[in-house]
């Protein structure tokens, strides 16, 4: 079990991963985990990824690393790159990391994402591999292999039945965008606007996280 509440921005340049730890939950927002980061020459490219795995890593359960909530705010390159490398994709039955593996994924029971993803075009094959577990999960909504974890999707909106929440007793969350209109992105346009506003309420202490991937002005005028 975390021992900590806390919130980690991890320097990695123009990108944006975000995590978020109370209790025994861990959230884990956005990613942009290069190439570079594997080198260790490269000084200017930081490694974030064994402190991930670390506050990832479960004592107890199926699983052994774990990212409770993986939120995409919005599918664009520097904020979808690496997620292949660094967390399983496909059927969570499939999941069995090698005890002698230096490089584990890790599992996410819960994908939240805004309605541009779902129907999105793969737009490089950087986010193709992420786009791909988008479809594959919300092809599973309505059925019993849907609710397991490692399959489960929110596809959230203001204009949508849900809106805020709890997980567990260790966070509260209320989305603040976007809405069916903002979600809307045309072919040649930015999908920017479309991206997920969450407020983030740690439950033990009260204190408050704004997280708002690549929002844009008219969005952030309206909130």
């Not at 974030?48 to 795995?53: T, V």
């Not at 193709?128 to 999707?153: M, P, Q, W, Y």
Request: charged share 30%.
């Amino acid at each position: 079990m975390h021992n900590i509440s806390q919130v980690t921005f991890f320097p990695v340049e123009n990108g944006n991963t975000v995590l978020l730890e109370a209790g025994d939950t861990t959230i884990v927002t956005d990613i942009h985990y290069r190439q570079c980061a594997a080198n260790e020459n490269d000084d200017d490219c930081y490694d974030f990824a064994d402190e991930l795995r670390a506050a990832c890593k479960r004592k107890t359960g199926k699983y052994e690393y774990v990212a409770d909530v993986f939120v995409s705010t919005h599918p664009e390159e520097d904020h979808v790159r690496g997620f292949d490398t660094l967390f399983h994709t496909g059927p969570p039955e499939n999941y069995e990391p090698d005890p002698e593996d230096d490089d584990p994924k890790i599992l996410i029971p819960e994908l939240w994402v805004s309605p541009y993803a779902v129907s999105a075009p793969s737009q490089s094959e950087v986010s193709e591999e992420f786009l791909k577990e988008v479809h594959c999960r919300n092809d599973l909504v309505g059925t019993a292999s849907g609710r397991k974890d490692g399959n489960r999707i929110k596809v959230l909106s203001l204009d949508g039945d849900e809106t805020k929440g709890s997980i567990g007793n260790d966070f509260s969350w209320t989305l603040l965008a976007p809405n069916d209109t903002e979600a809307k992105v045309n072919k040649d346009e930015s999908c920017n606007k479309s991206s997920l506003v969450i407020r983030w309420q740690f439950q033990a202490t009260g204190k408050r996280v704004l997280l708002g991937g690549d929002a844009t002005v008219d969005v952030w005028e309206r909130i």
